[in-house]
């Protein structure tokens, strides 16, 4: 490698592992970025690293020539085009990956499951394994919804603050799919503190009359993901929701260990 011509003898893993660590120090940045909603000062980034200020500019001037981050006028850095491309493609892997997990989920449910992500102020659906049953549920995935009327909606919101859900609210709207559809901000934040205490959450006849679904958060996720299944709400009833909630929490948990070990698997041959 160029960088090994300056290491002393005695010391050949130093140049490896100072790489390593910018790339470290690179991706930690941009994901500080991105919980800082995408805008942030150089300043900003050194508290929140406790990176010194020389290190942080040095890194964002590479990240800037690749196009994962811009300058703007204001001096302040954005994140920049480039990811988006980097953030679908992740995106539809995710949903290749979560696809055995929601295969079991219907042999063992018997119903419809899906994956969901949130995109901005809408639900994304990015996977789904349709029921075996005649009668079954069908989502394209691809399909965008609005968060209010669906159980992955608010599986996907339950621990956003409320302040940050009545100002996605208040840009979406919430037109009522059915009579049974949450059309206010006060209804849907109950319904959200519900979903905290059940640890799980139901979408019933509020997206399509006659369809009833239950959604987990995917705890852990690299990206805010829920999973579902739904179904005629003939099936879909109270007492199977009992026996379907276990199987949906720990078929989230197992998919959670995966995601978070996905990198490691492939690292460990390097």
Same mark, same amino acid.
């Given at each position: 490698?160029?960088?090994?011509s300056?290491?002393?003898t005695?010391?050949p893993?130093?140049? +490896?592992?100072? %790489?390593?660590?910018s790339?470290?120090?690179?991706f #930690?940045l941009?994901?500080?970025m991105a919980?800082?909603g995408?805008? @942030? $000062?150089?300043?900003?980034l050194? +508290?929140?690293? $406790?990176l010194?200020?020389?290190?942080?500019?040095?890194?964002m001037?590479?990240?800037?020539?690749? %196009?994962y981050v811009?300058?703007?006028p204001?001096?302040r850095?954005?994140?920049?085009?480039?990811?988006?491309?980097?953030?679908?493609s992740a995106s539809?892997?995710l949903g290749?990956? *979560?696809?055995?997990?929601?295969?079991?989920? =219907?042999?063992?449910?018997?119903?419809?499951?899906?994956?969901?992500?949130?995109?901005? #102020?809408e /639900?994304v659906?990015?996977?789904?394994?349709p029921?075996?049953?005649?009668?079954?549920? !069908?989502?394209? =995935?691809?399909?965008?919804?609005l968060?209010?009327?669906?159980?992955?909606?608010? *599986?996907?919101?339950?621990?956003?603050?409320a302040?940050?859900?009545?100002a996605?609210?208040?840009r979406?709207?919430m037109?009522a799919?059915t009579?049974?559809? /949450?059309?206010?901000?006060? %209804? !849907?934040?109950? *319904?959200?503190?519900e979903?905290? $205490?059940?640890g799980?959450a139901?979408d019933?006849?509020e997206?399509?009359? &006659? @369809?009833?679904?239950?959604? @987990?958060?995917v705890? #852990?996720s690299?990206?805010?993901?829920?999973?579902?299944?739904? &179904?005629? +709400?003939?099936?879909?009833?109270?007492? *199977?929701?009992?026996?379907? =909630?276990? /199987?949906?929490?720990?078929?989230?948990?197992e998919?959670?260990?995966?995601?978070?070990n996905t990198g490691?698997?492939?690292?460990?041959?390097l």
């Amino acid at each position: 490698m160029p960088t090994s011509s300056h290491a002393s003898t005695t010391e050949p893993a130093k140049p +490896a592992a100072g %790489g390593v660590q910018s790339l470290e120090r690179a991706f #930690d940045l941009l994901e500080r970025m991105a919980d800082a909603g995408g805008e @942030v $000062g150089l300043s900003e980034l050194s +508290a929140s690293s $406790g990176l010194p200020l020389p290190t942080i500019h040095r890194l964002m001037r590479t990240l800037v020539a690749c %196009g994962y981050v811009r300058q703007q006028p204001n001096r302040r850095y954005a994140l920049g085009p480039r990811l988006i491309r980097l953030g679908e493609s992740a995106s539809r892997l995710l949903g290749t990956w *979560a696809r055995p997990y929601l295969a079991r989920l =219907v042999e063992e449910t018997g119903e419809t499951a899906n994956m969901a992500l949130l995109d901005g #102020d809408e /639900i994304v659906y990015v996977a789904q394994v349709p029921s075996k049953h005649s009668m079954r549920m !069908f989502t394209e =995935v691809g399909r965008r919804v609005l968060p209010h009327s669906t159980g992955v909606g608010k *599986a996907l919101l339950a621990h956003t603050p409320a302040d940050e859900v009545r100002a996605l609210l208040a840009r979406t709207g919430m037109p009522a799919a059915t009579e049974k559809t /949450i059309t206010t901000p006060d %209804g !849907f934040l109950d *319904a959200l503190e519900e979903v905290r $205490g059940l640890g799980y959450a139901v979408d019933d006849n509020e997206q399509e009359i &006659g @369809v009833r679904c239950l959604a @987990v958060l995917v705890p #852990d996720s690299p990206t805010a993901a829920a999973i579902s299944i739904s &179904g005629p +709400a003939g099936r879909v009833t109270e007492a *199977a929701t009992d026996k379907i =909630v276990p /199987i949906l929490q720990q078929v989230a948990s197992e998919l959670s260990a995966a995601l978070a070990n996905t990198g490691n698997g492939n690292g460990a041959g390097l």
